[in-house]
Structures are given as C-alpha cells and as structure tokens.
C-alpha cells in the first residue's frame, strides 16, 4: 500500500535557524508531491507541489522542496525560519494520477524568538 | 468570501446520536472530499464527489454517509455515534478530478467530540 513517511515528529529550532523536513513516499509509479501547513487555529493550506519538471519547487513564504526519485523523497527546506513559521507541516502524494491525497503523519515546528 | 466553509465548527453529541456535518464551496469546483484528522493529526482520506458523483469511498464505516446535493455542497450524516469518531472533520475541494496534480483547498474543520 502507498504509504508516506515523515521522520521527525516534533522540530524545535530558534529563529533564523535553517530547516529541513524529511519526507519519504512508497510507490513505484508516478506520482505528484505536496506540501501542506497548517498554522494554529487555521486550516490546512498548499504550501508548494511537484508534478512534473524541475525538481527543485519553490513555495510561498521562502520555502523549497526537492523531488530525488531515486530516494522516494521530497524535503521542505527553508534557509531561515520565523516565529511565525510555528505550524504543523504535512507531506502527501497522490499516487498513479489519481487525485487522492495520502498524508504522512505530520511535522509540529516550533520556533523560539 | 470564505472559499470553503464548513459548519457547524464545533459539535460535542452523545454515542448514539445522529449527526451532520455540512460543507459548501463557493470556487466553482467539481470535486469535493471528506477527511478525517485523528487525536494524533494524521490525516486520511474518506470519500470525495466529482461532479456530484462518489468516486472514492474509502474503507468507511457504513454509519457514515456522504450527500452532494450539487457540486457546490458536500455533507456528511454520521448515524449512532461512536466515541472513536471523535475527530475533526476537513471538507475540501479541487477544481477537477484531474491526474492527481490539482491543489486541494481545505476548510477549517469540523471538531466533533463524542461523549
């Protein structure tokens, strides 16, 4: 079964401090990549995707990710994090152009002034 | 000029109870879907609509029933309550069913609480 992985649980950094989160996918076909976010409070919302193209995307509020096939992985980069970057962060796939989005488990950031 | 609203936000109830949840897109999409969040945060899928019609009824239990009265609205009808429904509820919506590329936008979410 597809499945999505994000290793770190729970990340705790102080402002300016550069971020990376993993995600790794299971599944051997086609697929189209997404990061989503949801501040405290507030509803998810897309925060970058990949589906075809250059592998390096590029996201609103200074994020980026990177799609290497050869490792099933899609990071969410940022060089420096904010107080106000403090969110749950969630990496999806949709597998096999179907349009079903399968969650990892989540990301709680927490960024200290 | 919300672009997906769900309501009500809150909802505690009794085991045994009948509820719904209702759902509404004002972005003119076709596709609309149900996922549940549990006390843990993961997130998974459980039914979406196209064009008012199921075309993803995951591994649900049949209490739980999905209603497109029109491509705009998506409700969900969860009959005899349980207290392992307890979640919160996201409704959202894509512009087509499409190749698995499109951006779903969520709505705020349903918290409901069984007791």
């Known amino acids: 079964a597809q499945s999505v992985s994000q290793h770190n649980h729970h990340v705790i950094l102080s402002e300016a401090a550069s971020l990376e989160l993993g995600c790794n996918y299971s599944?051997?076909?086609?697929?189209?990549l997404f990061w989503y976010v949801q501040y405290p409070g507030q509803h998810l919302q897309l925060l970058l995707k990949?589906?075809?193209?250059?592998?390096l995307v590029k996201g609103i509020k200074g994020f980026e990710a990177e799609f290497i096939k050869s490792k099933f992985s899609f990071n969410l980069r940022k060089p420096s994090v904010q107080w106000s970057d403090t969110a749950e962060y969630f990496c999806?796939?949709?597998?096999?152009?179907?349009?079903?989005?399968?969650f990892g488990a989540g990301t709680r950031l927490a960024v200290h002034p | 000029d919300t672009a997906v609203s769900q309501t009500p936000k809150y909802l505690v109830t009794q085991m045994g109870n009948d509820k719904s949840i209702k759902c509404e897109q004002n972005?003119?999409?076709?596709?609309m879907y149900w996922y549940k969040q549990d006390s843990k945060k993961f997130l998974k899928i459980m039914f979406s609509?196209?064009?008012?019609?199921l075309i993803i009824n995951e591994t649900v239990p049949n209490r739980f029933s999905p209603k497109s009265p029109d491509k705009a609205h998506l409700n969900l009808h969860i009959n005899s309550l349980e207290l392992g429904d307890s979640a919160v509820y996201f409704c959202?919506?894509?512009?087509?069913w499409g190749r698995g590329e499109e951006t779903q936008y969520f709505g705020p979410g349903t918290r409901l609480l069984v007791l």
């Open positions: 599944y051997g076909g086609t697929v189209n």
């Open positions: 959202a919506s894509s512009q087509e």
């Open positions: 972005l003119g999409h076709d596709t």
């Open positions: 999806a796939v949709t597998p096999g152009g179907y349009n079903k989005l399968i």
């Open positions: 609509y196209n064009n008012k019609e």
């Open positions: 990949y589906f075809s193209g250059d592998p």
